[in-house]
T-cell receptor, first 115, second 112 residues
């Protein structure tokens, strides 16, 4: 199946710093990518839809100034958590879809810990 | 608004048993349905994709069925193995442009 890669897989940072997470579709182009957040023992919560060449669409309750999304190319979307605080500690996962089948593939996830 | 429910929330079985995981969704106008596996602290692995026009898909020991009219899907796992232990997530997509709506998952434990 198609491959979606996320980097870094784990990051620890101090409160107040910004962290960037990359999501790449390795063998297909994705005009749309999705960013999710997952709390322990909970299912995935959609944060935003990333659209190549245009602004991201954020779900209700997600601060767009806190979670900056950039989708500069058909294979790369980035999520930047700005001025991170301990409550931003979570597991962040991205996904990208193959246009011909509509199947969504997920990255390996990024564990963010804010001290 | 689409809602996805998975039953049971947790399941513990001895190795070798055949088992069924259930998924139901409220809006039958779906684009496709996917079953995923998630190991602790890991991302999601796509197991099976069923398009809205299909009734079932098979991959190895896994078989997923879809009954769109009743809003149900089942994932059948044959001859379960300890390596099958994971959380299984059902998710539906309502259009080719939307993302997936997830159920809360079934946590499966297969003991040797």
């Amino acid at each position: 199946g198609a491959v979606v890669s996320q980097h870094p897989s784990r990051v620890i940072c101090k409160s107040g710093t910004s962290v960037k997470i990359e999501c790449r579709s390795l063998d297909f182009q994705a005009t749309t990518m999705f960013w999710y957040r997952q709390f322990p023992k909970q299912s995935l919560m959609l944060m935003a839809t990333s659209n190549e060449g245009s602004k991201a669409t954020y779900e209700q309750g997600v601060e767009k100034d806190k979670f900056l999304i950039n989708h500069a190319s058909l294979t790369l979307s980035t999520l930047t958590v700005t001025s991170a605080h301990p409550e931003d500690s979570s597991f962040y996962i991205c996904s990208a879809g193959q246009a011909n089948t509509g199947e969504l593939f997920f990255g390996e996830g990024s564990r963010l810990t804010v001290l | 608004k689409q809602e996805v429910t998975q039953i049971p929330a947790a399941l513990s079985v001895p190795e070798g048993e055949n088992l069924v995981l259930n998924c139901s969704f409220t809006d039958s106008a779906i684009y496709n349905l996917q079953w995923f596996r998630q190991d602790p602290g890991k991302g999601l692995t796509s197991l099976l994709l069923i398009q809205s026009s299909q009734r079932e898909q098979t991959s190895g020991r896994l078989n997923a069925s879809l009954d769109k009219s009743s809003g149900r899907s089942t994932l059948y796992i044959a001859a379960s193995q300890p390596g099958d232990s994971a959380t299984y997530l059902c998710a539906v997509r309502n259009s080719g442009y939307s993302t997936l709506t997830f159920g809360k998952g079934t946590m499966l434990l297969v003991s040797p």
